[in-house]
């Protein structure tokens, strides 16, 4: 027997003793656990004997298995809205129906096309019929209330038309304010607000020019510290950060690992890069270990020389699954095949860890055994931009060869005091302990959200300490309906389609934040029980059986045989 196999018959039977079995693309879902309390931690202990003592708590995730019937009508749905669509193409082509949609002229038509045909029919058949659903105007602070601007379309959302009223006090459960820091009060807002007085708004310069202020370099200093790394470099876009700093670590004869449901800006970074890129299935260490293993055997095509580098793409918290990234096992892996981590901490950073230091943390993890640390700025610090944290080398290295640190105009003074302030405050620097406060809040607020929805019998996604929670949608008439269904009881929600996921997993995506009070979340599960029994969205084949003092990680299920 080889060494892989036995490992993997080791996790299996790990798995097995605690109850679990793997699911989609290997994952372990967390459904026909019956333990008690004294069981628990029995059983814990045994799974991470198993696992080489890699994890020192439990590691829930659950992704329920769509229903049969709701898949078959969910295909059905998108067969009809096809027809259709071929159908008033055929009206719109004969103008029977006025067509709205930007075409080629017919001089054009022997040339390139502009337009992609299918993405073009989708998006005026299918996206058009709840394109109310997405880029709704707000007019206030995005905090865990917000004002909405209200609108109205009379060519089924072609256009919209403002009607001048204000919808006030929206509990906002779409934001990515995990920690509350976006706000127009408090030390965060004062401190931006005088260093715009002595600084201006804008630098208009980049960093290596005139554009490098002391508050960048404090800035740094602050998120190196934070992080516990030997040094930090800040970029005014997290999306940059990504796709722009890749291509200066990798290049043609390396090999990038990526997991299949990174952000865009890895996937573009990894491109751009000119790197070879193999897909590993989604937080599945088998399949990562296997393509480890063929490119060290292996090498490169043609040639079989061994790849220049090898480095693994992950992110933290993966913002359309509420996944937690295996990180344990990956940096097992990383040590054992040589190659290089590439993390992502976007979402994670601020909100996972005993004082929000992010999934390294979560973990109790050495921050040097992740080579390439990437955060944003975006959520948990109510700011923008993003940051690359390693060894001092690598960070030098970056200073002189990325295109977003030679390139990009400097991260505004406002936005970096933002930064610095909110920062201080989740380290206790600040001379409070708002900020720990804070951490604690968000993780009790979503571990009550999630252990709600399971017991309203909502189908969810992802890890129980992750703080966005997918609840599933499917069928591509209930997105639209969901969302107006929901802002009609003052609820601002995020739903989400194809092609951002997959054709049959539409979902809402809540976002969870400290800002939440008991009492809000309250009122919103109110609604969305509401909302779901209205539209039946209530999929799950699992009752939760309710407990008030249920252990932190612990879920009950029974079998519901209806």
């Known amino acids: 027997m080889t060494e892989s196999a036995s490992t993997s018959n080791k996790n299996e039977d790990c798995h097995a003793a605690n109850g679990v079995k793997p699911g989609r693309n290997g994952m372990v879902r967390n459904h026909h656990i019956h333990h008690q309390y004294q069981q628990q931690e029995k059983k814990v202990n045994h799974h991470a004997a198993c696992n080489g003592e890699l994890y020192s708590r439990p590691f829930i995730e659950s992704f329920e298995e769509t229903p049969m019937l709701v898949a078959v009508l969910t295909y059905m749905g998108y067969g009809i809205l096809t027809i259709f669509g071929y159908l008033r193409d055929f009206m719109r082509e004969w103008k029977i129906e006025k067509c709205h949609i930007a075409r080629e002229r017919e001089e054009q038509k022997d040339f390139v096309p502009l337009y992609q045909d299918f993405e073009d029919f989708y998006t005026r058949n299918l996206y058009m019929r709840i394109r109310d659903s997405w880029n709704r105007p707000i007019c206030s602070v995005p905090g865990a209330k917000f004002d909405l601007v209200e609108r109205n379309s009379n060519d089924y959302n072609w256009t919209f038309e403002y009607t001048g009223r204000v919808v006030k006090d929206v509990i906002n459960l779409g934001s990515y304010n995990y920690l509350g820091f976006a706000e127009n009060t408090g030390a965060c807002a004062a401190a931006a607000g005088e260093v715009t007085m002595k600084y201006?708004?804008?630098?208009?310069?980049?960093?290596?020019?005139?554009?490098?202020?002391?508050?960048?370099?404090?800035?740094?200093?602050?998120?190196?510290?934070?992080?516990?790394?030997?040094?930090?470099?800040?970029?005014?876009?997290?999306?940059?950060?990504?796709?722009?700093?890749?291509?200066?670590?990798?290049?043609?004869?390396?090999?990038?690992?990526?997991?299949?449901?990174?952000?865009?800006?890895?996937?573009?970074?990894?491109?751009?890069?000119?790197?070879?890129?193999?897909?590993?299935?989604?937080?599945?260490?088998?399949?990562?270990?296997?393509?480890?293993?063929?490119?060290?055997?292996?090498?490169?095509?043609?040639?079989?020389?061994?790849?220049?580098?090898?480095?693994?793409?992950?992110?933290?918290?993966?913002?359309?699954?509420?996944?937690?990234?295996?990180?344990?096992e990956i940096i097992a892996l990383k040590k054992k095949y040589k190659a290089y981590l590439y993390l992502d901490e976007a979402h994670s950073i601020g909100a996972l860890g005993p004082t929000g230091r992010g999934v390294v943390e979560y973990f109790g993890l050495d921050p040097k055994d992740v080579d390439i640390m990437m955060g944003t700025f975006t959520k948990s610090f109510g700011a923008a931009g993003g940051y690359i944290g390693g060894k001092k080398d690598l960070i030098d290295y970056l200073r002189t060869h990325s295109h977003s640190a030679i390139y990009a105009t400097s991260m505004p003074p406002p936005v970096a005091e933002q930064i610095i302030t909110s920062m201080k405050c989740i380290m206790g620097e600040d001379g409070t302990s708002i900020g720990r406060s804070r951490i604690q809040r968000l993780a009790e607020n979503t571990v009550y959200f999630r252990r709600r929805m399971r017991e309203m019998g909502f189908i969810i996604y992802g890890n129980n300490d992750s703080p966005v929670v997918p609840m599933m949608l499917y069928m591509p008439a209930k997105i639209g309906a969901f969302g107006r269904e929901m802002l009609k009881r003052n609820i601002g929600v995020v739903v989400v389609g194809f092609p951002a996921t997959p054709i049959i997993e539409s979902r809402a995506r809540f976002c969870i934040s400290a800002g939440h009070s008991k009492e809000m979340l309250d009122r919103a599960l109110g609604v969305i029980s509401e909302v779901g029994d209205l539209l039946q969205l209530k999929y799950s084949r699992r009752k939760v059986l309710p407990s008030s003092d249920r252990l932190f990680d612990e879920t009950t299920y029974e079998e519901n045989e209806e």
């Not at 404090?218 to 876009?237: D, H, I, P, T, Y």
């Not at 890069?273 to 063929?294: A, G, P, W, Y």
């Open 200 to 328: 201006g708004v804008g630098v208009a310069s980049t960093r290596q020019e005139m554009g490098n202020l002391d508050r960048h370099e404090e800035l740094e200093k602050q998120v190196a510290s934070f992080l516990g790394v030997e040094s930090a470099m800040a970029f005014g876009m997290g999306f940059a950060t990504n796709s722009m700093n890749i291509p200066a670590l990798a290049g043609k004869g390396c090999l990038i690992l990526s997991d299949e449901l990174n952000h865009a800006s890895l996937v573009l970074g990894a491109r751009l890069s000119c790197s070879t890129i193999r897909v590993f299935k989604h937080n599945n260490m088998q399949s990562l270990e296997k393509l480890l293993r063929d490119a060290i055997v292996h090498g490169q095509p043609r040639t079989h020389r061994p790849w220049k580098k090898i480095l693994i793409l992950v992110e933290g918290i993966y913002s359309m699954e509420g996944s937690i990234v295996r990180l344990p």
